[in-house]
């Protein structure tokens, strides 16, 4: 049973910074693409960023510059640094991971984790 479990959400004022973090555990035989997403009340789920196997990343264009993925492949860990937050950043912040295990290969979700930017 693979899982992926997120953690690093909470409250922040604007201008603040999180590291977010997601594990993925279980009978893994390769992770390839990770990525974060989230979701806003009342708004579609929209990619983040996303990171390769190989380590390339891409992010959306609200927050590039600002926002800083990563992946450390011994930990079966991905990362969202996030600098300069603002309000609009306000979202539940889910991990996804195109995952093989013993029998098939599928993407996972985390459970998701809250961010909020608040003065």
């Known amino acids: 049973q693979v899982q992926l479990v997120e953690s690093g959400g909470g409250l922040v004022q604007p201008g603040g910074s999180l590291r977010l973090s997601c594990a993925a555990s279980g009978s893994i035989f390769s992770i390839g693409a990770m990525a974060w997403y989230r979701q806003a009340p009342g708004k579609q789920r929209e990619l983040v960023a996303g990171i390769t196997s190989g380590g390339s990343p891409n992010y959306a264009d609200s927050v590039k510059g600002r926002f800083s993925i990563s992946r450390d492949n011994a930990k079966n860990t991905v990362y969202l640094q996030m600098n300069s937050l603002k309000l609009e950043d306000t979202a539940v912040y889910y991990c996804?991971?195109?995952?093989?295990?013993?029998?098939?290969?599928?993407?996972?979700w985390g459970q998701g984790t809250q961010v909020t930017v608040s003065s």
């Open positions: 996804n991971a195109d995952i093989r295990d013993r029998y098939m290969r599928q993407g996972y």
